[in-house]
């Protein structure tokens, strides 16, 4: 079976002062470094969906290996990115699942990501969660692919989907930190 997996890095970074996919930690641009979570968690393909300053993020990151694909409609919040995203992943029809990763959560290990793929099938339905808190990342099985593209809007992404529809909790506070970094004070030190 394989599990696709899915890097989120199309936004602006408005609070934070400019796009997440460019900000740079370790001398490693957060866009590889999660695209490199993923690729090294078994992920395969490895979808990244660029949209404020793409061409600077193409020129800057080293994403040989991944499928990059533009959101034109990045603006318009997460949900496009993440229908983006599924959308290029629909024609794989052998791929079963996709782990979905914001690229602003750095701390996501790919222990965390080995342990969305090892509950993949078509149908699962799971998220992290970090004292109790819903987090990323995040397993949705292909059966519920169109479902999701069909709900997310805004900055929402699946948020809904997924408690409505009673996506597995999946504690992972033992092998990541599932922040999100919104501004350059939650940067890890």
């Known amino acids: 079976m394989r599990v696709a997996g899915l890097l989120l890095a199309a936004g ?7 796009p997440k996919a460019l900000v740079a930690h370790g001398g490693v641009l957060w866009v590889d470094r999660a695209a490199a979570v993923l690729r090294d968690a078994g992920c395969a393909p ?3 969906v660029l949209g404020a300053s793409a061409a600077v993020v193409r020129a800057r990151a080293s994403l040989a290996g991944c499928v990059v694909v533009d ?3 990045w603006a318009s919040g997460m949900g496009s990115s993440l229908r983006a995203g599924l959308s ?22 790919v222990a965390a990501v080995e342990r969305f793929r090892a509950l993949a099938s078509r149908a699962s339905l799971a998220r992290a969660s970090y004292d109790g808190a819903p987090g990323h990342p995040v397993l949705i099985g292909a059966d519920h692919w169109p479902a999701v593209s069909a709900a997310a809007v805004g900055d929402a992404g699946a ?12 504690p992972c506070g033992d ?8 501004h350059p004070r939650d940067l890890p030190t």
């Open 159 to 170: 948020r809904d989907y997924l408690r409505e529809h009673g996506a597995l909790d999946v």
């Open 88 to 109: 290029a992943l629909a024609g794989a029809g052998d791929v079963e699942a996709v782990v979905v990763l914001p690229v602003d959560t750095p701390g996501v290990t």
């Open 71 to 73: 959101n034109d409609d």
């Open 46 to 48: 490895v979808v990244v």
């Open 12 to 18: 602006a970074g408005r609070r934070f002062g400019g």
């Open 175 to 182: 092998v990541a930190d599932g922040a999100d970094v919104d």
